[in-house]
T-cell receptor, first 113, second 115 residues
C-alpha cells in the first residue's frame, strides 16, 4: 500500500471549515483513499473514502486531485467535538489477501472555540 | 444493531499473568482485525482473522501472543506471561464483505495495564 504524508497538527476555529491535506504521491491505480479519525481514547471511526471522484457524505467531503497524488478532507463546519487525530490511509481493495488498514501518525486537529 | 463489542474495557494484570481480550464483531461480520496502540503512539496492526482462519498475522509478536476467531463465539486475543511493555489499548475492528465496503468498524478498545 502507498505511503501517506500528513501534517502533524492543525488548528481550526469552531464553525469554520477544516481542510486536512494528505499527500500520497505513490498511489497506484487500484488504491483507494480512506479517512478515519480517532477521538481521544476512543476507537477509530470511519469518515469517508474515494478512488478518483470527489465524495461527500453527512460527515465530510473528500477532494482528490486529478493526478490522485494528494487529497483533502473537508469538515465544512467544524465543532469542538471534531477535535481528534485524523488518519489518511491508502489501501487497495483487491479480492483475497490481507485487507488490513495501515495507520500512520495522522494529523491532530484541534478545534478552538 | 450493536457495534463491535470488546471486553473487558479495562484489565489489570501482574507481570507473568495471562491476559485474554474478547471481541464480538458486528452482526453478520466475519472479518476481525486486532490493533495495538501504545501510549502516545499510533495504531499498529497485529492480526487479521476470518472465521476459524488466521489470514495475516504479520503484526503479531512472535512469542506470547496468539489470536483466534472460532466458528462460534468471540475472537480472542491472548497474551501469555505479560510484561510491562504489553500495557496498551487493544482495539478490535470488524467488517463484512471487505471488497465491497472497505470500511472497518472499531470497538472502544480494551486497556491493559501490567503492574
Amino acid at each position: 500500500d502507498a505511503k501517506t504524508t500528513q501534517p502533524p497538527s492543525m488548528d481550526c476555529a469552531e464553525g469554520r471549515a477544516a481542510n486536512l491535506p494528505c499527500n500520497h504521491s505513490t498511489i497506484s491505480g487500484n488504491e483507494y483513499v480512506y479517512w478515519y479519525r480517532q477521538i481521544h481514547s476512543q476507537g477509530p471511526q470511519y469518515i469517508i473514502h474515494g478512488l478518483k471522484n470527489n465524495e461527500t457524505n453527512e460527515m465530510a467531503s473528500l477532494i482528490i486531485t486529478e493526478d490522485r497524488k494528494s487529497s483533502t478532507l473537508i469538515l465544512p463546519h467544524a465543532t469542538l467535538r471534531d477535535t481528534a487525530v485524523y488518519y489518511c490511509i491508502v489501501r487497495s481493495r483487491r479480492q483475497g489477501g490481507s485487507e488490513k488498514l495501515v495507520f500512520g501518525k495522522g494529523t491532530k486537529l484541534t478545534v478552538n472555540p | 444493531n450493536a457495534g463491535v463489542m470488546q471486553n473487558p474495557r479495562h484489565l489489570v494484570r501482574r507481570r507473568g499473568q495471562e491476559a485474554r481480550l474478547r471481541c464480538s464483531p458486528m452482526k453478520g461480520h466475519s472479518h476481525v482485525y486486532w490493533y495495538r496502540q501504545l501510549p502516545e503512539e499510533g495504531l499498529k496492526f497485529m492480526v487479521y482473522l476470518q472465521k476459524e482462519n488466521i489470514i495475516d498475522e504479520s503484526g503479531m509478536p512472535k512469542e506470547r501472543f496468539s489470536a483466534e476467531f472460532p466458528k462460534e463465539g468471540p475472537s480472542i486475543l491472548r497474551i501469555q506471561q505479560v510484561v510491562r511493555g504489553d500495557s496498551a489499548a487493544y482495539f478490535c475492528a470488524s467488517s463484512a464483505r471487505v471488497v465491497l465496503t472497505g470500511e472497518l468498524f472499531f470497538g472502544e478498545g480494551s486497556r491493559l495495564t501490567v503492574l
